[in-house]
């Protein structure tokens, strides 16, 4: 990927977490509202487990391959066209980092 393709795929990605996502979460009250839960998610998904266990440096998404961020972003979309459970994938998440989360089923897609 060239230089230019990266920084506009890295673009793409901050305008999901930091922006897209978000309002839609407000949106649609769902509990999880914060970018950097988003990021996490998405990352863990796209990893399959902790990203920190697979992506070296800070930021994670300017470090992270340009394949497990295209699927991070195709993920982050999906939930955005209610195409993707993110109680599912936020709970798979917290299980990989050995934590417990409750679901109170405000943000369950179809």
């Known amino acids: 990927m060239t230089e230019s393709a990266r920084a506009g795929i890295e673009q793409q990605w901050l305008d999901l977490t930091r922006i897209r996502l978000p309002k839609r979460a407000i949106e649609a009250q769902w509990s999880l509202r914060l970018d950097h839960c988003f990021q996490r998610i998405l990352l863990d998904d796209a990893c ?18 340009d394949a497990v961020l295209a699927r991070a972003i195709a993920t982050g979309e999906a939930l955005l066209a209610g195409k993707a ?26």
């Open 85 to 110: 459970d993110l109680i599912a994938l936020n709970a798979q998440s917290l299980a990989w980092r050995g934590k417990g989360g409750r679901s109170n089923g405000r943000f369950r897609f179809s």
């Open 48 to 65: 399959g487990g902790c990203w920190y266990d697979h992506i070296v440096g800070r930021p994670a998404y300017a470090n992270a391959p």
